[in-house]
């Protein structure tokens, strides 16, 4: 069983960062294409919106165009971790943030269809500030 906790979340003035985490347990997370995901309350009927993707080997990424310039995902799968570094932040970011993994290879524009995650984590929030 694969088990996704995520760890950074918290309440940042607008133009701030933040960095979260996801600590996969139970298989390698090497074997893993790993993605983050966003909610927030009211936006797209609380649909859960793609954020940003990374490849086993963290050498291929992509990124929703409202994130990107933004925001970085990394992997170190030595420590079983993916992060999302967040700079820049601003008010629309303010949502409750989930890592999601897939066993298939996915690291580009395909890769944003939350059906196709098999594990989640139970998420972070992130608030941002005006």
């Known amino acids: 069983q694969v088990q996704l906790v995520e760890s950074g979340g918290g309440l940042v003035q607008a133009g701030g960062s933040l960095r979260l985490s996801c600590t996969v347990s139970?298989?390698?997370?090497?074997?893993?294409?790993m993605g983050w995901f966003r909610q927030a309350p009211g936006k797209d009927g609380g649909e859960r919106e793609f954020v940003a993707v990374i490849g086993w080997t963290g050498s291929s990424t992509y990124y929703a165009e409202s994130v990107r310039g933004r925001f970085t995902i990394s992997r170190n799968n030595a420590k079983n971790t993916v992060n999302l570094q967040m700079n820049s932040l601003k008010p629309e970011d303010t949502a409750v943030y989930y890592c999601?993994?897939?066993?298939?290879?996915?690291?580009?524009?395909?890769?944003?269809?939350?059906?196709?995650?098999?594990?989640w984590g139970q998420g972070t929030q992130v608030t941002v500030s005006s």
């Open positions: 999601a993994a897939r066993r298939d290879y996915c690291s580009g524009y395909g890769c944003n269809r939350r059906n196709d995650y098999t594990y």
């Open positions: 139970g298989r390698p997370a090497s074997v893993y294409s």
